[in-house]
């Protein structure tokens, strides 16, 4: 009996919004469990993306700091040529870089709307449609979006958000169903609330923090880290069945 792997070792990962937060661990956890890894963020971000690229490499593993703005197909197309260039081909694809704006509904502008949209939606299927497009001259590919527990429940002040995140868990089946012949799956992994940056603007207000904890049986927020372990398995030859689904990391919140 040979049993599939539940590593990456010798994968080539593309990360996107890797440059800090999740994106930083999911690049750096890619590379312990043995995949090269193309560090992907915004022009301004680099510094921070080289920094990440160093400690893949510090790992024994290739790495590359690639510009991108998941806003724009040119750069998309640039993202995955650099990474072509540089690694010699993409099995791994994480939709990681996001966006969010917390505001009651009546408040939203267009701007709001548009921003949130343009990255965490019209970004990630994009950069999946041009990775696709490479995973289907392979013959083989793995992608996986980071969603939130925010796809599959609503929650407060986060109109365009929560959209967006449906839209990805939704669109993680099309993709699935579309490219399952190409050998491709397509899943997604979505979080509770992250100790990052972009959860630390909600989780500094007492209040939220309180509210927050009160909806997670395991009583706490989880650490970046706590992430890595569904995207490598979902990447993996261990998850060889599984496409078109959304594994939830979230201290059991959607279990009530
Ligand atoms: N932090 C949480 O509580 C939480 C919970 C569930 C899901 N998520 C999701 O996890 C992902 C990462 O979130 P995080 O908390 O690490 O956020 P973060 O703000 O710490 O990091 C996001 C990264 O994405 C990059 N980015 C933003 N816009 C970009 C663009 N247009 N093109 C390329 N890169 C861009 C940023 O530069 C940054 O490096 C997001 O998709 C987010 O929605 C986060």
Redesign the pocket.
Same mark, same amino acid.
């Given at each position: 009996m040979e049993i599939p792997a539940l590593d990456v070792r010798d994968q080539v990962a593309l990360v !996107? @919004? +890797? +440059? #800090?937060? &999740? @994106?930083r661990s999911l690049a750096v956890g890619l590379a312990h469990y043995g995949a090269d890894v193309a560090v992907?963020? /915004?022009p301004g =971000?680099m510094a921070?993306a080289e920094e990440v690229a160093a400690e893949v490499r510090s790992l024994g593993r290739r790495s590359v700091a690639v510009p $991108?703005?998941? #806003?724009d197909l040119g750069r998309i197309d640039g993202m995955v040529a650099q990474t072509v260039a540089a690694l010699g081909r993409i099995d791994i694809l994480v939709n990681? +870089?996001?966006? *969010?704006v917390a505001k009651p509904a009546l408040e939203v502008t267009e701007a709001d709307w548009d921003a949130v949209l343009d990255?965490?939606l019209k970004?990630v299927f994009f950069c999946s449609q041009r990775v696709g497009r490479v995973m289907k001259e392979q013959g083989r590919g793995s992608i996986v979006s &980071?969603? =939130? *527990?925010?796809g599959v429940i609503g929650y407060y002040n986060r109109a365009a958000?929560c959209s967006a995140?449906a839209g990805v868990v939704n669109l993680t089946r099309v993709l699935a169903l579309e490219w399952a012949p190409y050998g491709i799956r397509v899943n997604a992994v979505?979080? !509770?609330? $992250?100790r !990052?940056? /972009? @959860?630390e603007q909600t989780l500094s207000n007492p209040e939220f923090r309180r509210d927050i904890l009160s909806r997670i049986p395991l009583g706490r927020?989880a650490e970046?880290e706590e992430i890595i372990g569904a995207v490598v398995f979902l990447a993996s030859p261990a998850a060889s069945m599984v496409t078109g689904q959304t594994l939830l990391v979230d201290g059991g919140w959607t279990a009530q």
């Open positions: !996107t @919004g +890797a +440059a #800090r937060g &999740i @994106g992907a963020d /915004l =971000s921070e $991108v703005d998941v #806003r990681n +870089a996001g966006v *969010q990255v965490d970004g &980071i969603a =939130s *527990q925010n958000y995140k979505g979080p !509770t609330f $992250v !990052t940056a /972009l @959860g927020v970046p």
